[in-house]
């Protein structure tokens, strides 16, 4: 028999390493991909529980965390293409397009979606000013 | 005895590949090692009596998010680069162990104050698993797949490629 602390404390050594992993590594992808690890380390802790427990729910609950990862594996990855066809980076020291006045950024990005939804007289198509900022 | 050795080979083989999935320079290496953590970590899941979960987490895990990484690896064919870890490297593995060390000691010093559950013998796990999935748990079921919807559209609109039509 082996006791329930051992598995716990495989899944913390997981959640360890994948937090150590996306502070660590300068490539988006592996970014990613200690993310996965650390969904795991939490996988390895419900079915342990649930093991504990003689309770199913906790493989239920893993059941959906595996649905969640698959779809978030899936957007990260699309995310991942869409800025490398953008601009061609995939370090996350040089991702920095909301950097800055990022709020300014943020309030022209809604400004510019609000004129496109809603056309209106003396309001420059782009929302942005001429000269850029 | 059995079990505790074979607790011990899958444990130990998914930390260190998983610490070398992350240390590796090589993007192939680290995908190829997390898939042999994934397969470890199914291995924990069968000494846990949790079959159902050990084979989907060999299907989905290993078979498509692993497949979805190296297919995005081979398209990009991103150089190795010499710097390929960040300046923060003793920050992180001191706060990655601290936050280990707490939470094992945690798991040591507390008690568990949960309810135990009362198993059906006459039911197969996996027959469990399918009725409380179909009745307690059917808002959930229909939300994840509405989930796996969502990020189906959202993966065309972002990673495809649209040509514009010429004469509209």
């Known amino acids: 028999m082996i006791p329930l602390e051992w598995y716990l404390t495989v899944g913390f050594l997981l959640f360890a390493i994948g937090v150590i992993g996306v502070l660590v590594r300068r490539s988006i992808i592996m970014v990613l991909l200690s993310i996965e690890l650390i969904l795991n380390s939490a996988n390895i802790t419900f079915i342990a529980y649930a093991h504990a427990l003689q309770s199913i729910t906790g493989q239920v609950i893993v059941f959906f965390i595996l649905t969640m990862a698959a779809a978030e594996v899936a957007l990260g990855l699309a995310l991942v293409i869409a800025l490398f066809r953008a601009r061609a980076v995939l370090n996350v020291d040089e991702i920095n397009l909301l950097r800055g006045c990022a709020l300014l950024k943020i309030a022209l990005f809604w400004g510019y979606f609000l004129t496109a939804l809603f056309p209106c007289e003396g309001v420059s198509r782009s929302g942005l000013p001429a000269g850029g900022f | ?168």
Do not use: W
């Open chain 2, 1 to 168: 005895m059995i079990p505790q050795l074979l607790f011990f080979y899958f444990g130990g083989v998914t930390v260190l590949s998983a610490i070398v999935a992350v240390a590796s320079p090589n993007l192939i290496y680290s995908a190829l090692s997390l898939l042999i953590t994934f397969i470890h970590i199914a291995g924990l899941y069968i000494l846990l009596h949790a079959e159902f979960i050990a084979a989907v987490q060999i299907i989905i895990y290993a078979g498509a998010i692993l497949v979805l990484y190296l297919f995005v690896l081979m398209l990009f064919n991103p150089k190795q680069e010499s710097r390929y870890l960040h300046r923060q490297v003793p920050v992180a593995i001191f706060l990655g162990l601290v936050l280990c060390g707490m939470m094992i000691l945690a798991a040591f010093r507390s008690e568990i104050l949960g309810q135990r559950g009362t198993p059906d013998p006459s039911v197969s796990p996996v027959q469990a698993i399918g009725v409380s999935l179909y009745t307690d748990y059917i808002f959930p079921f229909e939300m994840a797949s509405f989930i796996l919807l969502v990020a189906m559209f959202g993966t065309i609109l972002l990673a495809g490629r649209f040509v514009q039509r010429r004469n509209e």
